[in-house]
């Protein structure tokens, strides 16, 4: 695999995740070492609670591991202050949250502006990307709408607009095709493989084999364990025991 | 796969030549079956010899041309006209007894087997959408084109269900083993 020989733009390494302690503890994530490099798009599979929200949060800086390290682009997570990873979102990364997440006071555009603004660009600038992510998600004419105005595939719609808007080099999208109906889901994964074909790295999360198939590798998480990689050409059934 | 009925149904389109009955067929489905020359021969011979088509001479650098005749383009219409048969009992589908007896038998490690499956269908799934996505199945202009691209989608329809059904095989498995009951005392 010649993308992966270039440097990773994100690199998991021994990543654990463990909520709460004591009996209530819960570990999310065990162990799990994983790199994405540009121009490769990665699909996360597994059954609802095996870690993958977890893991999306954690490689994005929105959560920080209990063990091991998440770096992006060469960078420790762990090592910058709050303003720096703040920062690194709103440049860097796009985040399709599993629930939207819009800000319910703004309209489609404002948020889809508003990483750009708050990074200080000029708001002329922001509202033009802005629009541009808009029209490439085909929801060019709901900019001036409100959320709460809005169906679930169209806010789901105005969510991925404001997470590849701009130059983004990584992209996590959480379910970003849940609300979709499947010819929309076939657009937004068209899209995703635009931008990594493009130089972008991506990694989405999914239920659908049909879009994980759009990915360059599909990982498999169980109980917080990546289990298994489906790779073309590879095999490998890593952490599993196999049959007698 | 009825390739009789198929070469038959291009036949109708226009009278052709065996290499060119194959590279129809390929182009429609993308060589997702090939046939080999021979194959076709053989079958424009009983096609022939059943009165369906006729030799109708040489075109003119050497190949024989097959046309349909009155009965060939009655059994072309009837191949439309009727269901695909589905078998009663189905076909039988390895998969499903594979997993039949690993549930049953007390030393196969079950989720191995069902994600050894799951890896290998994706695989097979993230190869029908790498050719949806490039080639001419990507943006398609002709009917040939996009009867290809309709093929694929099949075989994508067909790994997603495989894998679906993998997936609840899988949810089935773990409710049981979490409510007490086990697949073996
Ligand atoms: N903030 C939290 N506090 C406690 N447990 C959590 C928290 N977030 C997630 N979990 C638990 O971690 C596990 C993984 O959750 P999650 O990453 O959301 O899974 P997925 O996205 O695959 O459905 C689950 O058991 C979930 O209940
Ligand atoms: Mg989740």
């Known amino acids: 695999m010649t993308a992966r020989q270039q440097h990773a733009l994100l690199a998991l390494t021994h990543v654990s995740r463990v909520h709460g302690t004591g009996a209530t503890e819960v570990r999310a994530l065990r162990d799990v070492s994983f790199e994405v490099a540009p121009g490769e798009l990665v699909a996360l599979m597994g059954p609802s ?83 541009a992510a808009l029209a490439e998600l085909g929801v060019a004419d709901l900019a001036d709408r409100f959320p709460d105005d809005l169906s679930g595939g169209q ?17 996590l999208a959480d379910e970003p095709t849940g609300a979709l109906d499947t010819s929309t889901g076939e657009q937004i994964l068209r899209l995703l493989r635009e931008r990594c074909d493009a130089g972008a790295a991506g990694v989405l999360v999914t239920h659908e084999a049909r879009h994980a198939a759009w990915a360059d590798r599909v990982v498999f998480l169980r109980d917080g364990v990546v289990v298994d990689e489906a790779d073309a050409g590879l095999t490998g059934l890593a952490g599993m025991t196999g049959a007698r | 796969m009825s390739v009789k009925q198929a070469l038959l149904a291009l036949l109708e389109q226009g009278p052709k030549y065996g290499y060119q ?43 024989v041309v097959y046309r349909t005749t009155e009965a060939g383009r009655a059994e072309v219409d009837a191949w439309f006209g009727s269901p695909v048969p589905r078998d009663q009992p189905p076909p039988r589908d390895e998969l499903a007894i594979k997993l039949a007896i690993a549930i049953s038998s007390p030393d196969v490690d079950v989720e191995y087997v069902i994600q050894q499956q799951r890896t290998a269908t994706m695989r097979a799934l993230q190869e ?28 994508v329809f067909e790994a997603e269900a495989e894998i679906r059904w993998l997936d609840h095989c899988e949810a089935r498995l773990a409710r049981l083993a979490t409510t007490g009951g086990g697949t073996h005392s």
């Open chain 1, 49 to 131: 609670g095996s870690g993958k929200s977890t893991l999306l949060h954690v490689a994005g800086g929105l959560d920080q591991p209990t063990g091991g390290s998440v770096a992006v682009d060469g960078t420790d997570l762990s090592s910058l202050g709050q303003a720096e990873r703040a920062r690194l979102r709103r440049t860097t990364i796009g985040y399709v949250f599993q629930d939207f997440n819009l800000i319910p006071a703004l309209t489609a555009e404002e948020n889809v502006a508003l990483p750009g603004e708050l990074h200080g660009l000029r708001s002329g600038e922001a509202r033009e990307a802005a629009r």
């Open chain 1, 155 to 171: 806010q789901q719609r105005v969510a991925i607009a404001r997470a590849v808007a701009g130059e983004r080099r990584l992209i």
């Open chain 2, 21 to 63: 009955l194959r590279t129809e067929f390929e182009e429609r489905t993308g060589s997702t079956w090939p046939l080999n020359i021979g194959q076709v021969y053989t079958t424009l011979s009983r096609l022939e010899r059943d009165g369906l088509v006729v030799a109708g001479g040489d075109d003119g650098e050497g190949h």
């Open chain 2, 128 to 155: 029908h959408t790498r050719l949806k996505r490039s080639g001419r199945a990507a943006r398609p202009e002709a009917p040939e084109d996009l009867a290809w691209s309709l093929v694929l989608d099949a075989l």
